[in-house]
């Protein structure tokens, strides 16, 4: 999740020519709000919401003035002669502040305060980007686990079972079925049902009226072939 934000993080700090950028953000594991970014170590590893309230809006410090905050206190410690602060997120849901610094004044481009608005935004897009990602990596993550455990489970019965989709194609057959039909398992992925269960009567009236219904298929009467043209019941 943080290669989104590390690189959006990258590009703001070469645009604003900054001596060191990175933000604050809600953290997963605490109360407070993580340091994120290229921010010297002298900055706090954490900052807890008291702080964090004074910086709702953009804001700027520069040499001279009190520090009376702790990122003041720590740009002041590193050297820097202006700190420029932007929140990250909207009014209705705040989750954090830019920061950006300079140990010259000078340096800072005459555009800085758009330059950050616009960083902002990119950050905020950025964090949310990342959250996607993890939370995609972790639904899949979940359904590689369900699936293998279908599998093992499906492996293991004596039955034979075939699971179709809604079109009556083959999306799952475990092995005893398979073989009952005289397939390899993988020559059955997405084959129509009437290709499979060959019989004197066509079975896909009978699946389409249990499926619409949710009933269960009563197989007494049904014949089908094998592959190889034997029949079973």
Known sequence: A????ERALSMATKALNASGMGLYRLAA???GYAKGGALPP?????LAAEPMDALHRPAT???GQRPDHPLHKAARSVGWTVLR???????????GVLVAGWADADDAPAEADVLLALAANI??????LGLQQAAMADIQGSTYQLE???????????????ALDENLLVVRVNRAA??????????????AIQDVLVGPKDVRPLLLDALRHELQVDPSGLVFHRRDGPSFP
């Open 29 to 31: 594991s605490s109360p």
């Open 42 to 46: 002298e900055f706090p590893e954490v």
């Open 178 to 191: 398979a073989d009952l039909l005289g397939y390899q398992p993988a020559e059955l992925d997405r084959l």
């Open 85 to 95: 602060t932007v929140p990250l997120g909207t009014p209705a849901a705040w989750i």
């Open 61 to 63: 410090w520069t040499l």
């Open 123 to 128: 950050c905020h897009a950025a964090i949310v």
């Open 148 to 162: 293998t455990e279908v599998q093992a489970l499906l492996a293991g019965l004596r039955e034979g079972v075939v």
């Open 2 to 5: 943080g290669a989104p934000i």
